[in-house]
């Protein structure tokens, strides 16, 4: 009996050699694994013209005098209508929160968007539109066939690194050097 693999919690980190470029360097926190398929948010992608404070305006959501002005990610090529909001587990929704473990939870409820914009809601937070998502063994299969590094999702990388040094920051995090990798794969 092979043991299961649940990377639920843990950071995926793109090897150089990812042939999807909406992937390419690209750092995943993985909210959910199972037997049924995978689901993660790309952490290190905000989107160039969206800020929260516009995400809000649009959602017809009235921003109070504390609401943050935080940058909207990229959080995959999968509903990217749908947003998500990874955060410390400090807050709970009103409505559904998913408990990833004891540092991260992710809500994809309107009321913490809600919250947000009245200053309250999440100390740390991460909002993100669409996700990455896996079929039934795909994520095994692109790991085996070495698309991705596996890394603990440390909360000082994931709220507190700027986006443009997580992916290093995170492989920094298994000693390894981004100058040492090579985008081919090899087999010995």
């Known amino acids: 009996m092979t043991q299961e693999?649940?990377?639920t919690g843990k950071l995926l980190i793109a090897m150089p050699g990812m042939g999807d470029?909406?992937?390419g360097h690209s750092v995943v926190f993985m909210c959910a694994h199972s037997n049924e398929g995978a689901m993660g948010l790309i952490i290190n992608k905000p989107t160039e013209d969206l800020r929260l404070k516009d995400l809000l305006g649009q959602l017809s959501i009235t921003q109070g005098d504390g609401a943050r002005d935080l940058p909207v990610y990229f959080g995959g090529p999968v509903e990217h209508g749908r947003g998500f909001v990874l955060h410390e587990t400090g807050y709970q929704s009103a409505i559904s929160t998913l408990e990833v473990n004891d540092a991260f939870?992710?809500?994809?409820?309107m009321d913490i968007l809600e919250d947000m914009a009245r200053g309250e809601g999440p100390g740390q937070a991460l909002v993100a539109?669409?996700?990455?998502g896996w079929g039934p063994g795909q994520l095994e299969g692109e790991i085996a066939q070495n698309g991705w590094l596996i890394c603990e999702a440390a909360h000082d990388l994931v709220f507190g690194t700027p986006d443009m040094g997580k992916w290093e920051?995170?492989?920094?995090?298994?000693?390894i050097s981004p100058l040492t990798?090579?985008?081919?794969?090899g087999r010995a």
């Not at 939870?105 to 409820?109: H, N, P, Y």
């Open 129 to 132: 539109l669409g996700y990455a």
């Open 5 to 7: 693999m649940d990377l």
């Open 181 to 185: 990798l090579s985008a081919e794969a």
């Open 21 to 23: 470029p909406r992937f």
């Open 105 to 109: 939870s992710m809500t994809a409820t």
């Open 169 to 175: 920051a995170a492989l920094t995090s298994l000693g």
